[in-house]
């Protein structure tokens, strides 16, 4: 009987052991650790619809724990329902809203080095659904803490409380107020100055010298001349720059008297042509060979677009192809189609994943500035070429921008690339 | 959601295959096979953007805020008065009305535009190729610096390309072609790739080869 009682003993003690031994080096759930130094403020340079709460994480332990981090509030004496975090961002990598202070905080986690913007919160109403209120200056302060681990309820320290209050100005804007207003400037100087004197040199562009060539080539052929203004809207820049050098293709058009054709991709762009092709022809004095038919809207659609160009290509057969404006994966359809009926082809975009295959299929190409240069180029207005003297000087003072802040940033100064990062 | 039924499925990939090989018959020439399948692709998409400008834009845009309740909002009569200018070009004597609706709508776009562009394109690109000369990056800094002060120096066009000026352009040239090389492989890449995929729907989902 003793024996077998010692047997008993010595096998609950071994059991005890091994059950211990067990709890020590079995792996632990990360213990829940309360975020340090929560602080809510108001998100800075907004309309008052944020704030925003930053903590400090103890270790990376508590990355691993983010799933269960939840943000528990009060606004205006309701309580919020409590909210998961699912992602951090790092004070450092946000510099519009820390400024560029704070440092990487990847090599040795700083307690200060998390936060979250809050734009909207959850409560929950009197019949028990959950709603998602944005945040908004008029509903009063918010007051938040961090709880970690619901189960184990590892809170912070309450954040304390904010008002949502909008800025009138963004200041991370202020530079780039500043430049606009140099490059205005700049230009505007520019622009009164050729009215005083509009003798302004401009370089040769080799493909402009060429569209009187091809637009008499194609009246001696009796064909038509085809201009398309891109597959973008008035909204972008290089469409602009199109419609511009269309008014001046059409008054040598209507000078020749030969025909234009014109199949556009956007409604709006087919109004503004017909209107800039009207007033080239009466400024021609031809207002009777204007046919408003021949600037026609197709579809905006992409490839259901270029198949009926490029069938126009075929059975028009254009003598002359001027591809101007903004384009996408269709730019070789259309070159190539076109290069394969005889055309001289002059094309001009500012897309630069297209220009080379403008560059392979067409006689002349604009590269990107030379389509803005070329309505200066072509109609030498005053106020035009002021303009591009402007544009040239700005160029000057970037490049030297650029020189001055290499040479800053090799000596360790930032100052200037920062000024120059966008907020 | 309608459920697509085999003989559905089946009807669907025989006229893409059939509209497929109508386009491919380009390659040839122009012919009524093509023109066909030209006119129809035209046809389907006018469609489709006009049943997409009336339901994405007309009706929650302008019929749902103009109609009386709670949603009611008389901005939108701004808008709406600007467009209906566009309209009246179709009426001789009131057509200049146009213009005013154009004139908003290029200011409108320019303004928001430029500061996109300042923001977008030129902080961005100026801030990037302020870049130090480190051990790590000397052999290149100076490679950018050179092409991006070279290709500047041929977008100079109130300066002529003779001399000096000439010769720094050129280098700028050759940069800009550099680029273009590599952009023009790069998308015949993707382009082959596009054909690719046109091909394996030819001979796997309708000719049903092995795959």
Redesign the interface.
């Known amino acids: 009987m003793r024996s077998l009682d010692l047997t008993n003993t010595r096998f609950c003690l071994t059991a005890l052991l091994l059950l211990s031994l067990v709890c020590v080096l079995a792996p632990h759930p990360a213990r829940a650790q309360s975020p340090s130094n929560p602080e809510v403020t108001d998100h800075p340079n907004d309309d008052g619809s944020a704030v925003i709460l930053s903590f400090g994480l103890a270790g990376d332990e508590l990355l691993e724990l983010m799933p269960q981090v939840q943000i528990e509030g009060v606004w205006h004496d309701t309580e919020t329902a409590p909210v998961l975090l699912s992602s951090l961002d790092k004070r450092s990598d946000h510099p519009e809203i820390y400024g560029w202070g704070v440092t990487d905080g990847n090599a040795e986690l700083r307690p200060d080095d998390y936060y979250v913007p809050i734009s909207k919160y959850v409560t929950v109403g009197e019949d028990g659904e959950p709603s998602v209120v944005p945040v908004s200056p008029e509903l009063g302060e918010f007051a938040v803490r961090l709880v970690v681990d619901p189960a184990g309820r590892a809170e912070s320290h309450p954040a304390g409380s904010v008002q949502a209050t909008g800025q009138l100005f963004n200041r991370n804007m202020s530079?780039?107020v500043l430049?606009?207003f140099l490059f205005a400037g700049i230009i505007m100087y520019f622009i009164l100055a050729a009215r005083r004197n509009p003798n302004?040199?401009?370089?040769r562009?080799a493909g402009l010298e060429a569209v009187d060539e091809a637009i008499g080539r194609a009246t001696e052929m009796g064909k038509p001349v085809l201009h398309i203004n891109g597959l973008d809207?008035?909204?972008?820049?290089s469409t602009?720059a199109a419609v511009n050098i269309l008014g001046r293709i059409a008054g040598k058009v209507a000078t020749y008297e030969s025909d234009l054709l014109v199949p556009c991709f956007d409604p709006?762009v087919m109004?503004?042509s017909?209107?800039v092709v009207k007033n080239a022809y009466i400024e021609a004095g031809r207002p009777d060979n204007y046919r408003e038919d021949n600037i026609y809207f197709?579809?905006?659609?992409q490839?259901?677009?270029t198949?009926?160009v490029?069938?126009i290509m075929?059975?028009e057969k254009p003598a002359a192809n001027f591809l101007l404006g903004y384009f996408y994966?269709e730019s070789?359809l259309l070159a190539e189609t076109g290069n394969t009926t005889g055309a001289i082809q002059i094309a001009g975009t500012d897309a630069?994943?297209q220009?080379?295959?403008f560059?392979?299929t067409c006689d002349y190409t604009l590269?990107?500035?030379?389509l803005y240069?070329a309505s200066?180029?072509l109609s030498r207005e005053p106020m035009l070429l002021g303009s591009?003297?402007g544009?040239?000087l700005a160029?000057?003072f970037?490049?030297v921008?650029?020189?001055l802040?290499?040479l800053?940033?090799?000596f360790?100064s930032e100052w200037?690339?920062?000024l120059?990062?966008?907020l | 959601m309608t459920e697509v039924t085999p003989i559905g499925q089946l009807l669907g990939v025989w006229i893409a295959a059939g509209l497929t090989l109508l386009i491919f018959s380009f390659i040839y020439k122009d012919n009524p096979a093509f023109k066909f399948a030209e006119a129809l692709f035209l046809g389907v998409s006018l469609g489709y953007t006009a049943v997409n400008t009336y339901w994405n834009s007309i009706a929650p845009q302008v019929i749902r805020p103009l109609t009386p309740g709670v949603n009611f909002d008389a901005w939108v009569l701004l808008p709406v008065f600007l467009g209906l200018c566009i309209i009246l070009r179709v009426i001789p004597s009131l057509s200049w009305l146009s213009r005013m609706a154009f004139a908003v709508y290029i200011a409108g776009y320019a303004g928001m535009a430029i500061p996109n562009e300042i923001s977008g394109r030129l902080l961005p690109q100026v801030g990037s190729t302020m870049a130090p000369f480190t051990a790590a990056t000397w052999y290149i800094t100076p490679v950018i610096l050179l092409g991006v002060f070279c290709t500047m120096m041929y977008f100079f066009f109130s300066l002529e390309h003779k001399g000096a000026v000439g010769r720094i352009s050129r280098i700028g040239v050759v940069f800009v072609m550099i680029s273009f090389g590599a952009s023009f492989g790069y998308t015949v890449m993707a382009r082959v790739s596009l054909l690719i995929g046109r091909m394996q729907f030819l001979f796997f989902d309708w000719l049903g080869l092995p795959n």
């Open positions: 530079f780039r430049l606009a302004i040199f401009i370089r562009i809207s008035l909204a972008t820049l602009v709006v109004t503004v017909q209107e197709l579809t905006d659609q490839f259901s677009y198949a009926s490029c069938g075929l059975r994966a070789l630069q994943a220009l080379p295959f560059i392979t590269i990107g500035e030379e240069a200066a180029y591009l003297r544009q040239d160029k000057a970037v490049m921008m650029i020189f802040g290499t800053l940033s090799t360790g200037l690339s920062r120059w990062t966008p």
